[in-house]
């Protein structure tokens, strides 16, 4: 019954509301020149039908159970992290919003040996904001606000945890950002995972996400770097974009086009 109402909610945001629409398209034109008018037009549609499956699947994470969560958002080789938890050290997990990122917060505590720490950011609502806080912790996982990353890290540093930041998001800080080419746009990055990974000297987890059928996912963990230390600056964000681009290339309607991604252009000397 709930993708009956999703169904419904895709005909109204994309047909009578048009949420976003004019964002959306640009950036499907934009990352995929080669593609024509009826191609992005097709496009376009599967990814609303699929941000109204998300956002539906996100209001029903809140009451999934265990066994569901775990059948659904399957973790198909928890022992590479698992791996690290034995010896002690904990890991920085870097998955983009591609597919169900929604159910990130809840399933891993319940497949991995690791607690989870994941990163949000506060809604204005504080009602609203307890409400997802609470719901979305229940399963041996601790949501942090993005604003106290830094004391977050400090405060646990020495207890391994896995520490997951979707780090596909437009950054703020210009100044401090990576620029790297992604889905043909010259593109800023956040500099945090790849700060604290250094810091640290954690391994790097990216997280990919497949999409088996409506309401089932499966997680990939790809290993990074073991040793962030040892690559050159800047090598950890790369590496991060190339496994993202790769993901969204197999199936481009599941990324979140409705973001304002490129908005940002570098200034040039």
């Avoid at 942090?144 to 207890?159: E, G, V």
């Avoid at 596909?168 to 401090?176: C, G, I, V």
């Avoid at 800047?234 to 409705?258: C, F």
């Amino acid at each position: 019954m709930m993708y009956v109402l999703s169904d419904a909610t895709y005909f109204l945001v994309y047909y009578l509301i048009g949420y976003r629409r004019t964002i959306v398209k640009a950036n499907l034109k934009s990352s995929f020149p080669e593609k024509n008018a009826v191609e992005i037009r097709l496009l376009t549609k599967k990814f609303y039908r699929h941000l109204c499956d998300i956002g539906l699947e996100g209001i029903k994470g809140f009451t999934l159970n265990e066994k569901e969560l775990k059948r659904r958002h399957l973790i198909l080789n928890p022992e590479l992290a698992d791996h690290y938890f034995d010896k002690g050290v904990s890991t920085i997990s870097v998955p983009g919003h591609y597919n169900n990122w929604e159910w990130g917060s809840l399933s891993p505590g319940l497949q991995m040996k690791y607690p989870i720490v994941g990163f949000y950011k506060c809604m204005s609502n504080t009602r609203v904001d307890i409400f997802v806080k609470k719901h979305r912790a229940r399963f041996n996982t601790r949501l942090a606000p993005l604003t106290d990353t830094s004391n977050t890290f400090k405060d646990i540093s020495d207890i391994p945890h896995a520490y997951i930041m979707a780090s596909d998001q437009s950054p703020t800080n210009l100044k401090e950002c990576y620029w790297i080419d992604f889905l043909n746009h010259h593109t800023a990055w956040l500099h945090g995972p790849e700060k604290y990974a250094r810091r640290y000297n954690w391994p790097v987890i990216y997280v990919d996400i497949r999409k088996v059928k409506r309401g089932f996912y499966e997680l990939k963990l790809v290993l990074l770097t073991e040793n962030p230390n040892s690559l050159p600056e800047g090598e950890i964000t790369r590496l991060y974009t190339q496994h993202l681009e790769k993901s969204i290339l197999q199936e481009p309607a599941y990324w979140l086009w409705s973001h304002n991604r490129w908005k940002h252009k570098r200034e040039r000397a």
